[in-house]
T-cell receptor, first 115, second 114 residues
Framework: AQSVTQLGSHVSVSEGALVLLRCNYS??????LFWYVQYPNQGLQLLLK??????LVKGINGFEAEFKKSETSFHLTKPSAHMSDAAEYFC?????????????FGTGTKLQVIP | DTAVSQTPKYLVTQMGNDKSIKCEQN?????MYWYKQDSKKFLKIMFS???????INETVPNRFSPKSPDKAHLNLHINSLELGDSAVYFC?????????????FGEGSRLTVL
């Protein structure tokens, strides 16, 4: 069984400030972990993914996330927020078991960037 | 070129009607999915097909019937629509042997049941 918890359904940051979106996971097997972004009226697109290689993962648009097994966390960060970062962000987990992937999503965090 | 495309993008219909949503992917992937996103943005998997074979069938009412004529297409037919079916339905695809679980999503089909 696997699950994802995203802390904070809404996060507001000022333009230029640090972005920190929190994600904790639960998985009975080693997980793959993902962050997806959804802009208004669009589908989800992959920001970054952890697949058991480096624990610090860099993604698109200056985002990065660190896999911490001891804390079962995969928090998303960006040093300096841009207005264009305003969107819904989803953390997701998939079992590292091969074959068909059943991806479980968190409930999402809406990021608001204040000018 | 759109990788995963869904039609229609918007659907407004009355309770009790039947409707279909179509999905096509040109990524050469072998697995396709239907996800439902509710008004609170919660994403829940409904179905998944691998090479036209149903492999994931979550607890979904029988009124929902997926169909995959080939590995590039996945359709969703909904009978006797109810108010609670109002949501955004996302099609997605992935490649099994890439083994990373990365999903590629369409832009969604927003269904409104009146």
């Amino acid at each position: 069984a696997q699950s994802v918890t995203q802390l904070g359904s809404h996060v507001s940051v000022s333009e230029g400030a640090l972005v920190l979106l929190r994600c904790n996971y639960s998985s009975s097997v080693p997980p793959y972990l993902f962050w997806y972004v959804q802009y208004p009226n669009q589908g989800l697109q992959l920001l970054l993914k952890y697949t058991s290689a480096a624990t610090l993962v860099k993604g698109i648009n200056g985002f990065e996330a660190e896999f911490k097994k001891s804390e079962t966390s995969f928090h998303l960060t960006k040093p300096s927020a841009h207005m264009s970062d305003a969107a819904e962000y989803f953390c997701a987990v998939s079992p590292f078991s091969g074959g068909y992937q059943k991806v479980t999503f968190g409930t999402g965090t809406k990021l608001q960037v204040i000018p | 070129d759109t990788a995963v495309s869904q039609t229609p993008k918007y659907l407004v219909t009355q309770m009790g009607n039947d409707k279909s949503i179509k999905c096509e992917q040109n990524l050469g992937h072998d697995t396709m999915y239907w996800y439902k996103q509710d008004s609170k943005k919660f994403l829940k998997i409904m179905f998944s097909y691998n090479n036209k074979e149903l492999i994931i069938n979550e607890t979904v009412p029988n009124r929902f019937s997926p169909k995959s004529p080939d590995k590039a297409h996945l359709n969703l037919h909904i009978n006797s629509l109810e108010l609670g079916d109002s949501a955004v339905y996302f099609c997605a695809s992935s490649q099994t042997d890439k083994n990373t679980g990365e999903l590629f999503f369409g832009e969604g089909s927003r269904l409104t049941v009146l």
